[in-house]
């Protein structure tokens, strides 16, 4: 019988011209006999086009490799959490808070929030000041909270910024693995799947104060292909107040679809608060005409492993 829960980490650097290029981090997991693998990679490059985006100025790549490795090894790299902390640490206040966490984080995943990093803080902050000292700090790198916060999202959900639909202003991110309409038993029809073409689809927000408090809708702009010559247009509103969204309603030919959904707070992981992840979505046409509006049940599409999320502290 397998015991314990083991992680073996390999650590890979390549150079360039006489300075780092790549570092490369591949982790074996044995957790009480169930293995996975899984790795990190960051250049130089990538790591400079996509702080060349960031609304914040952020640290050169080779002090974020520093503070990468640290996270990344966890107790095995335990020499280098003074100078991880140190350069977290921007105001110098001897302490490292969540803005100062998510600042580094957000980089390595641009769909975090501080409210998944709250969650992590709160394992190793003591004196529940939500912040961590250099002691906490330790703790949480030695522990391997670094590392679970900064690969979570892309070991379990499985994708990339690359995949993600994210505003030009970076406040709202949209995410959906296919759409299909479904039979009369709900199964996936003959018509086929389709996915979100990202280079036509858009996203935008529009934000209204109301006596109830702030009203923030989202309106997204979405195009699915087939991988032939078929496509499909539509539009989807989200709305969030204060804390939490919820997806309005679909627009697809002039016909007004509303939402369904099944196997909320699914295996996708994200965090509940100022996110929305539903496994399956389904939208069912409806008519407002009549008094109290009509639902066809006959005719209805699903989009699964469905995600918005506002990005809160833009990075």
Sequence with gaps: MSGGHKVI???????????????????????????????????R??????????????????????????????????????????????????????????????????KANPYLLLHQIKKADRDGDYKLNFNEFKSFIEQGFGRDVSTRQRREIDISEDDVLISEDRSCMFYADKLYWGDAHEQESSAGNFTLDLDRSSCTQDQNVTSGGNMTSVVLDLYWDDGTNDTVAMTLIAKVTDRYWYLEKAIMNGSEYRYFAYGMHSQMETPSTYSYVCKTAVFVKYDSAPRYGLYDFENKFFLTNIQVNELLNNC
């Design 45 to 110: 490059q990538e790591y400079e086009r996509i702080t060349s985006r960031l609304y914040k100025p952020s640290m050169s790549y080779d002090k974020f490799i520093k503070v990468l490795r640290t996270f990344m090894l966890g107790k095995y790299a335990i020499e280098d959490v003074p100078e991880a902390f140190r350069l977290l640490d921007t105001n110098r206040s001897n302490t490292i808070d969540i803005t100062e966490l998510h600042e580094f984080i957000c980089v390595i995943l641009p």
């Design 9 to 43: 980490a390999t650590e890979t650097i390549s150079q360039k011209y006489g300075q780092i290029d790549e570092v490369q981090y591949e982790y074996d997991e044995n957790n009480y006999g169930e293995g996975k693998k899984y790795h990190i990679r960051w250049s």
